[in-house]
Structures are given as structure tokens and as C-alpha cells.
């Protein structure tokens, strides 16, 4: 079983960037987490990707076909506008977790929309990097369910 987990932009801030809402820990901390828990869920191979632009996760959906069996995204800005992004993952047909750091369900009017949302699964939120790791498990049972 193969993971690709997808940060959108800003994300590679983490430990700089508002620290009150989205911690201390750093990207780096976020990919361990990534590898640490993909590997005691039950994945042979997780890869974590960032990118600030939206045509290149959109590209990195593309290519997950075929490569990997499910995704783990956290789109970032681009949750509450990206149409492209909701297509790529439809288009893909890769079951999907959505996952924030924040609850983004207590923040701003704008934070309320999730394009993403729609293509995925289940949606994690307000668990700080640890919800890349619970989003992980709950992909990692789906997947063994699905067999
Ligand atoms: C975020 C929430 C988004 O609203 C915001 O734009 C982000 C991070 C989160 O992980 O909590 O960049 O996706």
C-alpha cells in the first residue's frame, strides 16, 4: 500500500506561520509524522508533497494514478477555492482524506467552504500534525476494507 500526502501552500511555514493557530512543529515534523505513522498503519511507502501553486497539485493528484492507492490532503488556502483541485481528485477516483491542522469549522466565514470536501472521504480537523496520523489510519482501513 502506497500514501501520498498533499500540503498545499504556506504549509512549508510551519513553526514560523501563526504559531497560535497552527503550533510549533514544523514541516519537517510534519513528514516524520507521515512516515511514522503511515508505517505503523500499514503502508509500505508514504511520500509527502508541498507545493504553493495549484497547478502543480493538481499534477501530483494526476500522478498519483496508478502510483499510489490513496491520498491524504491538506489543500491549504486552495480548500475554500479550488474547483481544479475537487476535479483532480474526481477525475483520480483515489480515495481521499481531507485533513487541517486548525478546526477550521470555529475560524473565518470564507473558511467554511470546502471544494476538496466533496472528493473525499472524511475530513479531519483541529488535530494539529497529529491529524495527518489519524488521517493515515483511517486511509489504511479503508484500503484493508476495500480488499
Ligand atoms: C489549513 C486551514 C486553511 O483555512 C488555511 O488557509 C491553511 C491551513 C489548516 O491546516 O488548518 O493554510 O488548511
Redesign the pocket.
Not at 491538506?74 to 488556502?77: L, S, T, W
Given at each position: 500500500m502506497k500514501a501520498l500526502v498533499i500540503n498545499?501552500?504556506?504549509?512549508n511555514m510551519l513553526g514560523q506561520r501563526e504559531p497560535d493557530?497552527?503550533g510549533r512543529r514544523t514541516y519537517d515534523d510534519l513528514v516524520e509524522i507521515c512516515h511514522e505513522a503511515g508505517a505503523r498503519v500499514g503502508f509500505d511507502e508514504v511520500v509527502v508533497f508541498q507545493s504553493n501553486h495549484e497547478g502543480d497539485i493538481v499534477d501530483a493528484i494526476q500522478n498519483a494514478w496508478g502510483t499510489f492507492d490513496g491520498i491524504v490532503i491538506?489543500?491549504?488556502?486552495y480548500?475554500?477555492t479550488s474547483v481544479a483541485i475537487l476535479d483532480a481528485l474526481k477525475a483520480v477516483g483515489l480515495p481521499a482524506i481531507e485533513?487541517?491542522?486548525?478546526a477550521?469549522e470555529q475560524?473565518e466565514e470564507f473558511?467554511q467552504v470546502s471544494y476538496a470536501r466533496m472528493a473525499c472521504l472524511a475530513t479531519i480537523?483541529g488535530e494539529g500534525l497529529d491529524g495527518y496520523a489519524h488521517a493515515l489510519d483511517v486511509l489504511a482501513k479503508h484500503l484493508k476494507d476495500a480488499k
Open positions: 498545499g501552500p504556506n504549509l493557530i497552527y491538506n489543500p491549504a488556502a480548500t475554500h485533513v487541517h491542522i486548525s477550521v475560524r473558511r480537523t
